[in-house]
């Protein structure tokens, strides 16, 4: 294993000037396990408390009592950390550089104190619209600077944001309307991305018809497009901010308030409401981003997410603004125009940490080094990866091509649910090994365990499981906290389960292999393959759907689907085009199956539960092991499987 694996020794500059090298990490990490309360007591003397907390953890996994706390006895105010702290010493520094989806256009940029009027204004319009402390307002935006004002606009209310990403249809929008209960919406006219216009209000339109509790939605003007306005629920953003003043005071919130709920799939149903909390996730996401990132004020930071997912919320807003930092939004796509375009950008702003997911590195590395080497890149001094694993060809090309063998990669093994990054390596700390997110995080204590819950030690693999709290943990499954300690802590006793598999090597390196749940990982996106068949089988000719993932070059995870049909529905190539865009409007592009085979039959054991196993061997090709199918109620299905497999 290590001995063929290239390691890369922590260069000696980094060393020195990190601000945890290897020595530091091994006090931190030790510190962090033997006394944990002081540990984090001390570490929340980041944030700025309008009471400071004395207790840390309180928490238990076990089912009698169950609960999970992190200074409970504190207040603050998230916005208030993001923004107005800084006013005094940084008021003129740029929090946020806007980068537009067409080249030839300007980008934006806002200081802290711009940054200060735009918040207050957009938390004054909520307010205008009756919006309260605990009140749920969901977000459906395109990556444009009013899209994080809307976050901390929120924060600074003590409203819950929830933000749904663009790319979702309104199907998809509207069960996450209706699952939070949110009586107010704010999107834009259109998004652009990629030089094409995503019609966000009239998504959200066609959303309101299925929602009930929808009263008001919040319009900004992004592309000046032509969109109904519906008198009495709709207003413009910019009509209402004229009216109201650019300073709005902040809402005290007790560490345990919910700062905001994000939905993501799960293994089964309906996606789940993740609720995370206010102090002890801006904790998480400020600590984490100023280590592994080693950042300092100052510099130019680029975490090339959408604020849809959980890493633009942890890692594109509030991280980076709680360290007082300039973080960069951009609205397009890294590919357009051209491959050069996310290579442009860091020229052009002179971008030092660059943030990406691994499905964009293999999509850029498909068209040549060339538009890669036609650009500077000199600025750049750390690169990241997020969102699945990234395979040791994406890490070398990222590492010499695009960083020309002089920036450290931290490849962040992280969650929806776990807030910010666990498993990392710290870049003046860490000697990496292309495809490992290395070790864990301080707070962070990994196990490797078997089916059966036994702990395995040393070179093992397993099930990944994190043994104890930590501050960015999630705190429940928004309305349904029994299905929050079914689907994480009942698996493995006094563990969260975290739906990975993952190895361990002789030095203590993790090695995510990926989901060991009915959770594929599409483009670094999550999707549950339960709402894939859900969405299928709403067609009026589906009888019944299996959804699997499959191996896929550029998307790490592809999605394949066997459908069965109705009788007397004729499986033709239009009503496999018919069904494959079904699942689009009902999901969204992200859900495309990538394959859809026809299938009589499915491989179901004689209690009628359907072997998947047997189902993603075919999907991924591999018919020669399909392992013992006799138990099976009609073995025979198998080879007709087998034989109509497609792609
Ligand atoms: O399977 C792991 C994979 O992404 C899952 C979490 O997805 P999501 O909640 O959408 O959060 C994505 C952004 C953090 C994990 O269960 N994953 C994430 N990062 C990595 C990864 N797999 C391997 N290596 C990573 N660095």
Redesign the pocket.
């Known amino acids: 294993m290590s001995d063929t694996v290239s390691v890369h020794p922590v260069p000696e500059s980094w060393a020195r000037t990190a601000r945890v090298d290897a020595a530091g990490y091994e006090k931190l990490y030790g510190m962090s396990l033997a006394d944990p309360g002081s540990f984090w007591l001390e570490q929340a003397r980041r944030l700025d408390w309008i009471k400071r907390p004395e207790i840390a953890g309180d928490w238990s996994f076990d089912e009698a009592d169950f609960r999970i706390n992190w200074f409970a006895d504190g207040k603050l105010n998230v916005a208030a950390n993001c923004v107005d702290r800084h006013l005094a010493k940084r008021g003129d520094t740029i929090a946020i550089i806007w980068e537009p989806d067409a080249p030839d256009e300007e980008p934006r940029r806002f200081t802290y104190r711009q940054l200060h009027a735009e918040v207050c204004r957009l938390a004054n319009v909520l307010k205008a619209q009756g919006v309260k402390k605990g009140d749920r307002v969901t977000i459906y935006m395109p990556m444009i600077p009013e899209a994080a004002f809307a976050l901390l606009a929120c924060a600074r209310i003590g409203a819950i944001h929830s933000v749904v990403f663009g790319g979702f249809s309104p199907e998809a929008l509207a069960g996450r309307i209706t699952d939070c209960d949110s009586s107010v919406v704010i999107t834009a006219d259109e998004g652009r991305r990629g030089g094409k216009k995503v019609p966000l209000k009239t998504n959200v339109d066609a959303a309101a018809a299925h929602v009930s509790c929808l009263e008001k939605v919040i319009v900004v003007k992004a592309t000046g497009g032509d969109i109904p306005m519906q008198e009495g629920r709709d207003l413009w953003y910019h009509e209402a901010a004229a009216e109201v003043p650019a300073d709005c005071p902040i809402e005290p919130m007790g560490a345990e308030d919910p700062l905001f709920i994000l939905y993501?799939s799960g293994s089964t149903g309906k996606p789940k409401g993740v609720l995370h909390s206010s102090g002890g996730y801006l904790l998480w996401a400020s600590l984490t981003h100023e280590l592994v990132f080693d950042y300092r004020p100052g510099q130019i930071y680029w975490c090339a997410a959408d604020i849809g997912?959980?890493?633009g919320h942890s890692y594109i807003v509030y991280g980076p603004l709680a360290n007082g930092g300039t973080t960069l939004m951009y609205e397009g796509v890294p590919n357009w125009p051209d491959a050069s375009r996310i290579w442009q950008v860091v020229d052009r702003h002179k971008v030092e940490i660059l943030y990406t997911a691994p499905t964009a590195l293999r999509a850029l590395m498909k068209e040549g080094d060339g538009y890669v080497t036609s650009t500077s890149r000199k600025s750049l001094r750390l690169l990241g990866?997020?969102?699945?694993?990234?395979n040791p060809e994406a890490w070398r090309w990222y590492y010499d091509v695009v960083g020309e063998g002089r920036c450290p990669i931290v490849?962040?093994?992280?969650?929806?649910?776990?807030g910010g990054q666990m498993?990392?390596p710290l870049p003046g700390a860490t000697p990496l090994k292309p495809g490992s997110?290395t070790k864990p995080f301080p707070g962070v204590d990994p196990q490797v365990v078997d089916a059966d819950g036994n702990v395995l030690h040393g070179a093992t693999e397993g099930n990944l499981v994190i043994a104890r709290s930590w501050p960015g943990q999630m705190r429940t499954v928004w309305g349904d906290h029994e299905r929050f300690f079914q689907t994480y802590f009942s698996t493995y006793r006094g563990k969260y389960f975290?739906?990975?598999g993952c190895r361990r090597d002789e030095d203590g390196y993790y090695w995510?292999t990926?989901?060991v749940d009915d959770?594929i990982?599409v483009s670094?996106?999550?999707m549950g393959t339960a709402e894939v068949e859900s969405a299928l089988v709403l067609h009026p000719k589906v009888a019944e759907a299996a959804v699997v993932g499959m191996p896929h070059d550029i998307k790490g995870q592809g999605i394949y689907a066997y459908v069965t049909l109705n009788a007397n529905c004729q499986a033709d190539d239009a009503l496999r085009a018919e069904l494959i865009k079904w699942v689009r409007t009902e999901i969204g592009p992200i859900a495309t199956p990538d394959a859809l085979q026809f299938a009589p039959g499915l491989p179901k054991t004689r209690s009628g539960k359907i072997m998947r196993r047997i189902l993603r061997k075919i999907a991924e090709g591999d018919v020669s092991s399909l392992g013992d199918t006799s138990t099976l109620a009609d073995p025979s299905v198998v080879d007709d499987l087998v034989k109509n497999r497609v792609g």
């Open positions: 993501t997912w959980v890493t990866s997020v969102g699945e694993p990234i490849d962040t093994w992280w969650q929806t649910e776990t498993i990392t997110a975290t739906g990975d995510i990926g989901r959770v990982n670094g996106h999550r």
